[in-house]
Each structure stands twice: as structure tokens, then as C-alpha cells.
Nanobody, 123 residues
Framework: QVQLTESGGGLVQAGASLRLSCAAS????????MAWFRQVPGKARDFVAG????????YYTDSVKDRFTISRDNARIQVYLQMDSLKYADTAIYYC????????????????WGQGTQVTVST
């Protein structure tokens, strides 16, 4: 079992920055690839960014490239999402997810999920 705990959400103005954290715990947590998804009410859960533990490869959806940065802390088994130049359209609940396979843009491919953290960007 892998437990994921997100933190760092909040209410900010457009143009501001936030950093989300996802702490992974469990016996084999270090072997999982991790990603961030986001969801607004009534819509599907969308891929935001992903990090491959093995090769350090990073993946982003087009709408956040050059604004968001995903990174990891090996010692703490944490993954971060630095979000800069936030826009109103970034408002959503952000979820951390983990899977053993390669990073996938499909949320159904992930085995474990955190509880989510709300990010609200005001205009």
C-alpha cells in the first residue's frame, strides 16, 4: 500500500505562485512514478504533470508548460508542483497519484490517489 498526502493549496490572485507537495509513505513508495492531476466540479480529472523516478523524466500538459515545474525529493519520497503565473483557469482540486508503470495521462491507470488540495485563483 502507498499513502499519498497533498498539501500547499490555497487562495491566490492571478499571477501569483503556489507550491504543492505530495508526501508518499508505505513500504514500496519509492518505486512508484508520481503525477499531478486536477479536477473541477462536473468535469473529468485531467493530467497536469508527471515525474518518472527512474530517469527523472518530466511531463506536462500543454496549458501549464513554462509555468509549472514538477520535482522530487528522493530522501523524503515527496514530489512537488511549483505553480507560477497562476491563472483563473488553474482553479481546481489538485490530486497526487502514483503508479508502478510509466507516466500516463490517463487517470484510470493510477493505483493510488491522495485526498486532493484546493487551489483557487481569483481574478
Amino acid at each position: 500500500q502507498v499513502q499519498l498526502t497533498e498539501s500547499g493549496g490555497g487562495l491566490v490572485q492571478a499571477g501569483a505562485s503556489l507550491r504543492l507537495s505530495c508526501a508518499a509513505s508505505g513500504r514500496t513508495a519509492s518505486g512508484y512514478n508520481m503525477a499531478w492531476f486536477r479536477q473541477v466540479p462536473g468535469k473529468a480529472r485531467d493530467f497536469v504533470a508527471g515525474f518518472n523516478w527512474n530517469d527523472g523524466g518530466t511531463y506536462y500538459t500543454d496549458s501549464v508548460k513554462d509555468r509549472f515545474t514538477i520535482s522530487r525529493d528522493n530522501a523524503r519520497i515527496q514530489v512537488y508542483l511549483q505553480m507560477d503565473s497562476l491563472k483563473y483557469a488553474d482553479t481546481a482540486i489538485y490530486y497526487c497519484a502514483a503508479r508502478l508503470g510509466a507516466i500516463s495521462y490517463n487517470p484510470n491507470h493510477y493505483d493510488y490517489w491522495g485526498q486532493g488540495t484546493q487551489v483557487t485563483v481569483s481574478t
